[in-house]
């Protein structure tokens, strides 16, 4: 046999990575029951309260192809902030909801995983409260096509997406 191409070799360590990754993640998922049906799907943030203020997203955000919004799969949350996407795990107990870090488990803090690009201040300033709001979520409620996430701090009022 000749000798492995230094090319070859860093490609042979990436695919390993790769699939010790892939292995580790698959192995760390909760087993946990599934998103109540009426949960399910995406859900699109049409208003806020927050320090007794009731606040409406930016419409900046909408003209982009998404709105600031959330989409419940299985255990996972995952959606758009307004600048950044984030994900994180959740559970459910009775109408309690609680996130929790996806790597970790833990669930003594919120553990959202969210990409770090940049924007408008106004933006970064509308999704650092959302984000914060969504972190401290104690319950959740559904009424009709709305969905309402509450915690201490404030509300969080989203409406079913169509594409759901």
């Not at 191409?5 to 998922?29: D, F, N, T």
């Not at 599934?34 to 799907?41: M, S, Y």
């Amino acid at each position: 046999m000749g000798q492995m191409s230094r090319a070859k070799a860093i490609k042979l360590v990436l695919v390993v990575g790769v699939i010790a990754l892939a292995v580790g993640l698959a192995l760390a998922i909760p087993r946990a029951e599934p998103t109540p049906v009426d949960l399910q799907g995406t859900w699109i943030l049409i208003c806020y309260r927050e320090s007794g203020k009731l606040r409406i997203p930016y419409p900046s955000t909408w003209l982009r192809s998404r709105g600031i919004g959330l989409t419940f799969t299985g255990f996972r949350v995952s959606g758009f902030a307004g600048v950044n996407r984030y994900w994180a795990n959740y559970e459910l107990n009775g109408d309690k909801l609680a996130l929790y870090s996806q790597f970790t488990g833990e669930r003594r803090e919120c553990g959202l995983i969210q990409t770090l690009a940049g924007g408008p201040r106004h933006l970064e300033a509308q999704e650092k409260r959302y984000l914060s709001l969504l972190c401290s979520a104690r319950s959740y409620q559904i009424s009709g096509r709305l969905l309402i996430i509450s915690s201490e701090d404030g509300v969080l009022v989203f409406a079913r997406s169509i594409r759901s």
